[in-house]
Antibody, heavy 113, light 110 residues
Framework: QVHLVQSGAEVKEPGASVKVSCKAS????????VHWVRQAPGQGLEWMGI????????TDARKFQGRVTLTRDTSTTTFYMELTSLRSEDSALYYC??????WGQGTMVTVSS | QSVLTQPPSVSAAPGQKVTISCSGS????????VTWYQHLPGTVPKLLIY???KRPSGIPDRFSASKSATSATLAITGLQTGDEADYYC???????????FGGGTKLTVL
């Protein structure tokens, strides 16, 4: 049974960076791609990027213009999403999900001065 | 503006049936599996349908889905007040190489 556990809520100032983790268990770590999705208050689901756990290659949505870095640590079966140059509009709930089927519990990121 | 198009809202009375459409293109809906979610803001999206029309265990057969060409449809029968939520479709876009979602449809059970 796929289980994804994300790190806790974060509060950051504008311009800072945040790194959210997603610990995977209950399945073969390299068998499923992992996506990152976010939802800002009052907005819909927004796809951010995807990482191949086997080779670590990642693709992110053009909208983020290189502000997103997706990585994984095979030794700890953990995925990471780092978002830099934070703006107030980055305040959102961030989710990791395997193949858009199994989801982590979400991590609230608040960007405020 | 979302790549997949859903109606912003739908409504129906308890016990009735409602359908939610998800319109895309040949590079997304037309060539990849569609997934449907039920979502309440602040919670984890609940998987309703995967691989176009398959229900995970625990999802009642009141929820069904289909796909034809570049459009997908979610149907909910026997509506209950507890079905009030936002519903999203999602898939992969093979041309853009990105995941895509619809803008979401708010279901109101009158």
């Amino acid at each position: 049974q796929v289980h994804l556990v994300q790190s806790g809520a974060e509060v950051k100032e504008p311009g800072a960076s945040v790194k959210v983790s997603c610990k995977a268990s209950g399945y073969s770590f390299t068998s499923n791609y992992v996506h990152w999705v976010r939802q800002a208050p009052g907005q819909g689901l927004e796809w951010m990027g995807i990482i191949n756990p086997s080779g670590g290659t990642a693709t992110d949505a053009r909208k983020f213009q290189g502000r997103v870095t997706l990585t994984r640590d095979t030794s700890t079966t953990t995925f990471y999403m780092e978002l830099t140059s934070l703006r107030s509009e980055d305040s959102a709930l961030y989710y990791c999900t395997t193949d858009l089927v199994n989801w982590g519990q979400g991590t609230m990121v608040t960007v405020s001065s | 503006q979302s790549v997949l198009t859903q109606p912003p809202s739908v409504s129906a009375a308890p016990g009735q049936k409602v359908t939610i459409s998800c319109s895309g293109s040949s590079s997304n809906v037309g060539s990849n599996f569609v997934t449907w979610y039920q979502h309440l803001p602040g919670t984890v999206p609940k998987l309703l349908i995967y691989e176009n029309n398959k229900r995970p265990s625990g999802i009642p057969d009141r929820f069904s889905a289909s796909k034809s060409a570049t459009s997908a449809t979610l149907a909910i029968t026997g509506l209950q007040t507890g079905d009030e939520a936002d519903y999203y479709c999602g898939t992969w876009d093979s041309s853009l190489n990105v995941g895509v979602f619809g803008g979401g449809t708010k279901l109101t059970v009158l």
